[in-house]
């Protein structure tokens, strides 16, 4: 969902005309799942408008999702990824804190960047280096 703020006052023909400008670009774009199409609201937090509309269009998402299977399926596809992530940012993590393999970076990263050593190469290098 995008929701358009500042729906109020001298603002709400603008944010409108956003929403309206949101919609007809979201019609050129697949959505990305075939049970919802993505809408634009307008509200305002300074004096509610909208909000129980737009809260409405959150449950009616989740609802949608649960029903067709997707909210499920997505929470897998993100363990996934943060799986990855996390063993990125571990692998990465060691790297910079074990003193031999910080010590041996820059040295590869030169050579690499001067011609000397290929990428594939120096992977291979910091690997051994890891142990892996």
Do not use: C
Request: hydrophobic share 50%.
């Amino acid at each position: 969902m995008l929701a358009i703020n500042k729906a109020d006052g001298d603002n709400i023909n603008r944010a409108k005309a956003a929403a309206a400008e949101y919609r007809a670009a979201l019609q050129i774009l697949n959505p990305r799942s075939p049970n919802w199409s993505t809408p634009v609201v307008t509200y305002s937090a300074l004096t509610g408008a909208g909000i129980a509309e737009l809260w409405d269009t959150v449950l009616e998402h989740r609802e949608r999702m649960i029903k067709a299977g997707e909210l499920e399926a997505r929470r897998r596809e993100q363990q996934v990824k943060w799986m990855w992530a996390m063993l990125e940012e571990r692998v990465f993590a060691r790297l910079k804190s074990d003193p031999i393999l910080k010590a041996k970076l820059p040295r590869i990263e030169a050579a690499v960047a001067a011609g000397r050593m290929s990428a594939a190469l120096a992977v291979e290098e910091i690997a051994v280096a890891l142990g892996v």
